[in-house]
Every structure is written in C-alpha cells, then in structure tokens.
C-alpha cells in the first residue's frame, strides 16, 4: 500500500551543483542549488533552476553564461554556506577562500578547487512559477587531473558528488556499486 504525499519535489537524488557567475562589474558569485541536472545528450546541455529574488538570477540573465561546479564532499561546509549567504552581502569567494578561475569560453569563472567544471551557455530561459530554469549548453567540461578515468564509476569514487535529500534537507555521499547500467536488466529478458 502508498499513501498519497501530494504534490512535492521528492526526487532521489537529487545532486548538489555550484553555479557560479560574474555580475556586471565582474565580480564572481557562487550559489547551490539542488534542482537541476542533465537535459540533452545532442547537443549537451545541462539544467538549473533559481529563484528570480537571487542575486544569481540577475547574473545569469545579464551574463547569458554560467560554470556548473560539482563539489567534492570534502566541500561540504563551502558548499552549504554557498547556497545560505547571497552574493549581494558577501564575497562568497574571500569568505570561503576558494578560487574563481575566469572561463576562456564563457562570461563566467569556474571553482578551482571543485574536481568537474561544466562551463554552459545559456540556450533557453523557462519562467515556471517560483523558480526559472535555465538551460546551459555545455561547451567544455573541466576534470581535475588528478582523476584517473576509468569508466564511470572509478570517477564517481574519486569526486565523491554529495548529494541533497529534499525532504529532511540533509547531504549524503555515494555509496558502492550495484551494477553496470545497460545491462544488468538484460538478465530478465
């Protein structure tokens, strides 16, 4: 039996992305979000979703461009203290003592100390109610050399993504590997 919870943002799971900007007298910002992720395989493109009361939001409708920053759980607290504190108050930067690194392909920086960096266009701008999502085209994805790529899940080991539950608002890591996808299912068959 399921009981009915209503209408809600209960999607499992649900990544943990920093966007970072440039506003227009270039200073960088950074902001968390937790809904948005991949939308389109050809050409790649990303999703992210922010509220227009951001700081954030401005940059992007101003800048046409943000770096889609996937944190490492080693930063957790910069991570969480960039989605509490608004750009507008704060150099998110100087306070955290992380590193904007201007993009050679768009108007934005990328977080240095972060392992991936998806530096996006934006293509698309959708008002949905609260929130406006904001479709990135990927131009150039950035992975910290010292990730050894050996398939999918050797990389998710080493970045180690954190994760968001919308429900109790808590972070979570990774855990082992279950499968290989594409392929376990054909057992059934």
Request: charged fraction near 20%; charge should be negative; glycine fraction near 8%.
């Amino acid at each position: 039996m399921k009981k009915d919870l209503g209408a809600k943002t209960l999607v499992y799971p649900t990544p943990v992305l920093v966007i970072s900007t440039y506003d227009n007298e270039g200073n960088p910002n950074a902001m968390t979000v937790a809904w948005g992720g991949i939308c389109c395989s050809s050409p790649p493109c990303v999703t992210i979703s922010v509220r227009k009361a951001t700081y954030t939001y401005g940059n992007l409708m101003a800048k046409k461009a943000f770096v889609m920053n996937i944190p490492s759980a080693n930063y957790i607290q910069e991570a969480d203290y960039f989605g509490i504190e608004s750009g507008k108050k704060e150099n998110k930067f100087a306070k955290t003592g992380l590193t904007p690194v201007k993009s050679e392909l768009v108007d934005a920086p990328y977080i240095r100390e972060f392992p991936i960096n998806l530096e996006c266009k934006i293509i698309q701008v959708h008002e949905l109610g609260l929130h406006t999502q904001f479709i990135g085209e990927v131009l150039n994805v950035k992975m910290d050399e010292t990730i050894q790529e050996k398939g999918d899940q050797a990389v998710i080991e080493q970045v180690k993504p954190l994760l968001f539950a919308p429900d109790s608002r808590d972070y979570y890591g990774i855990g082992e590997q279950i499968g290989q996808a594409f392929s376990i299912g054909k057992e059934i068959g």
